[in-house]
Nanobody, 126 residues
């Protein structure tokens, strides 16, 4: 079992940046591939980014490529999502998730992830 707690969300103007963090506790963090998902009001949950156990492979949804960067620090049991050039379409609740399977490339499907955080709100004002 692993517990995930996101932080770093908030209100930012369009064009601004935020860095989300997801701190894990419980089982060994380095055993899990990690993903970020988001859900906007009235929309289905959407894959954003994922990273393998070692951090050697990452994957992004097309709409955030070149703007968002996922990274992890296994020594700190934390995964990050650096978000730059934010726009109103990025407004959503952002969730981190953990997948015990070290899929290559990491999965974009929410059902593949066993554990989820409670989410952090990101609001981008235009």
């Amino acid at each position: 079992q692993v517990q995930l707690v996101e932080s770093g969300g908030g209100l930012v103007q369009a064009g601004g940046s935020l860095r989300l963090s997801c701190a894990a506790s419980g089982r060994t963090f380095s055993l899990y591939a990690m993903g970020w998902f988001r859900q906007a009001p009235g929309k289905e949950r959407e894959f954003v980014a994922a990273i393998t156990r070692s951090g050697g492979t990452t994957r992004y949804v097309d709409s955030v490529k070149g703007r968002f960067t996922i990274s992890r620090d296994n020594a700190k049991s934390t995964v990050y999502l650096q978000m730059n050039s934010l726009n109103a379409e990025d407004t959503a609740v952002y969730y981190c998730a953990a997948d015990i399977q070290n899929r290559l490339p990491p999965s974009t499907v929410g059902a593949a992830y066993e554990y989820w955080g409670q989410g952090t709100q990101v609001t981008v004002s235009s």
